[in-house]
């Protein structure tokens, strides 16, 4: 087995390289992460391999995406001392575990997989007729199986993935194990609350759907975007009494403003004792505050570029020595080379 530098669990978890990070991203995952950062040992990758599996095409923006995402994880308070951040591709022993996975994985595992006719059909002006596109969870399991993490974080909707990685892992532990040694343990799911976070047009926040209020918005951005948002429908006139619970900002309320705000915001809003401007208003106050540290921790980021990408450097270092040990038994295993013999593999094993 790998030696691990602590004997805290391993936590394993990407973000595609879509650029700036909204708030939906924020309470979906960052939020988790950073508090995981002391209790387990954690590898957080920005997933721009991912990112190529639908947007392809152009490759304009995907290096700025990339930092965008990762200056987002400094802002929300990962610690490049307290966890291990890097780049998906700047550590290409992924992409090979990713083709030895991709020779035994049975093509049906792939299209049942419920996410995937799911894009297909929702993402109807790209060809997603792909190899890549339908093997990306092959690639999953090789982000995952390549540090040997004990778990995912993930939302009850991504738990199939994390099913699927435990069938490939038994499967390569099933054709390609030697002395009766398993190269792979099987990863568990670590269930991440799925706080419900709609976007101001009361869909869910997503980039896609160009609904979001990101973690850099300035604060007149903010109130902009939420004078706009939706409210429950039923509230036509100032004194129609409303349902927060069937309203977005209401929403937003339960997550990021306290108690007393949200009891006065249900008990106003279905008397009518307050209108939707006064709440929105409210709203952005809260919201504002709770952003401006981490747009401030941000900004401070920014001006030292020099140290992101020290940060980045140290990371995928870090990163590759793990994957390469771990591509060393996954060579031993499936071709029977001697994983200690440097002058075949460049750098011993273990
Ligand atoms: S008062 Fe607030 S919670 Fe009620 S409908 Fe208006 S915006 Fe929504």
Redesign the pocket.
């Known amino acids: 087995m790998t030696s691990r530098p602590s004997q805290r669990k391993r936590v394993l978890s990407g973000m595609r390289s879509t650029g700036k990070l909204h708030l939906g991203n924020f309470v979906g995952a960052l939020d988790n992460w950073v508090r995981m950062q002391d209790e387990y040992d954690c590898f957080f990758f920005v997933a721009d391999w991912h990112a190529l599996t639908t947007d392809y095409a152009d490759t304009s923006r995907i290096k700025e995406n990339s930092l965008e995402v990762l200056l987002d994880w400094l802002a929300a308070g990962l610690d490049p001392e307290r966890c291990t951040m890097f780049i998906q591709s700047h550590v290409p022993q992924h992409a090979e575990l990713h083709l030895l996975f991709s020779m035994i994985t049975p093509l049906g595992w792939l299209e049942r997989v419920p996410t995937y006719k799911e894009q297909r059909d929702n993402i109807a002006e790209k060809d997603l007729s792909t190899y890549g596109f339908l093997g990306y969870p092959v690639l999953q399991a090789a982000d995952i199986l390549i540090y040997k993490g004990d778990f995912v974080p993930v939302g009850e909707d991504q738990v199939p993935h994390v099913e699927l990685t435990r069938e490939i892992a038994r499967r390569f532990n099933m054709f390609y194990t030697r002395k009766g040694m398993y190269v792979f343990p099987e990863p568990q799911p670590l269930l991440t609350p799925a706080a419900k976070l709609p976007g101001t047009d009361g869909r869910k926040m997503s980039k896609s759907y160009g609904n979001t209020i990101l973690l850099t918005d300035p604060e007149s951005v903010v109130r902009q975007k939420l004078k706009t948002m939706v409210?429950?429908p039923a509230?036509v006139r100032r004194t129609d009494p409303?349902n927060?619970d069937v309203?977005p900002?209401?929403d937003l309320?339960k997550i990021f403003s306290d108690r007393p705000t949200i009891l006065k915001?249900d008990e106003?809003?279905r008397s009518a004792g307050?209108?939707?401007i006064e709440?929105?208003s409210a709203m952005a106050d809260n919201l504002i505050k709770w952003i401006e540290p981490i747009r401030e921790r941000r900004i401070e980021h920014e001006k030292n570029p020099a140290r992101v990408l020290e940060i980045l450097n140290e990371g995928s270092t870090k990163a590759r020595d793990e994957a390469q040990k771990t591509m060393a038994r996954v060579r031993e295993a499936v071709f029977g080379w001697d994983s200690k013999r440097k002058e075949i593999f460049g750098a011993a094993g273990e």
Do not use: A
Request: positive net charge; aromatic residues 0%; proline residues 6%.
């Open positions: 409210t429950d509230r409303g927060p309203c900002v209401g309320h915001v106003g809003c307050i209108g939707c709440c929105k």
